[in-house]
């Protein structure tokens, strides 16, 4: 395969994980559905999940993805780019979306293993407060579904936070391991050039 076929096989599945990370991201924000988590969150009483916060979808698997992938998408392609130089500068693109993909990946990962703010009960304080019961638990919630009824309100805000984070870690996996195959790819494209006929 040429290496500028290469960087095109690489860049159009980048546009949609871009596309899927942000959205995650951005519906996370809205627990149940409902703009009043949102809106009612504050520093003495959050009602937002803490990783929700940290941006993850929208800055390390959208923005640092998707100007590496607009940089690879251009080198598969007969313009400026498809040329041993712009190989070269895909090569520190595409660090840069490993870079924004093990943070995306990271905020993930936390995200599932303190699960999300609600207002619940927990084992030290019986009484329903807004807080992360399962903060503590090791991520055992995860596969103890009775852990779960200790949220009450959002409604169903485990299940909801579970999906949207195990999909935001899923395309940061996808999003690290494409960004690395550029980041060979582009080796080989700017010392074997890019099969376009324009070095």
């Known amino acids: ?86 190989m070269f500068l895909s090569i520190g693109f595409a ?12 905020v993930a990962a936390l995200g599932l293993a303190n699960g999300p703010t609600c207002l619940g009960v927990s084992p030290s304080n019986p009484l329903p407060h807004w807080g992360t019961p399962f903060a503590n638990s090791s991520g055992s919630y995860l596969t103890d579904q009775s852990q779960w009824a200790l949220c009450f309100e959002p409604k169903d805000v485990v299940q909801f936070n579970l999906a949207l984070f195990s999909t935001l870690l899923v395309a940061a996996g996808l999003q690290i391991i494409l960004c690395s195959i550029q980041m060979v790819n582009g080796l080989f494209g700017c010392i074997c050039g890019t099969c376009s006929g324009k070095e």
Do not use: W
């Not at 660090?95 to 990271?106: K, R, T």
């Open 1 to 86: 395969m040429c290496t500028g076929a290469c960087s095109k096989f690489v860049a159009i599945p980048l546009y949609v994980l871009v596309l899927v990370s942000v959205v995650c991201n951005i519906l996370l924000f809205f627990p149940d559905f409902d703009t009043k988590y949102a809106q009612d969150d504050g520093e003495t009483t959050p009602r937002l999940t803490a990783e929700v916060k940290y941006m993850g979808g929208v800055i390390g698997g959208g923005i640092m993805a998707l100007i590496p992938a607009i940089h690879i998408h251009l080198t598969g392609t007969k313009t400026c780019c498809a040329n041993r130089c712009g």
């Open 95 to 106: 660090a840069a979306g490993v870079a924004g993909g093990v943070y995306s990946l990271a």
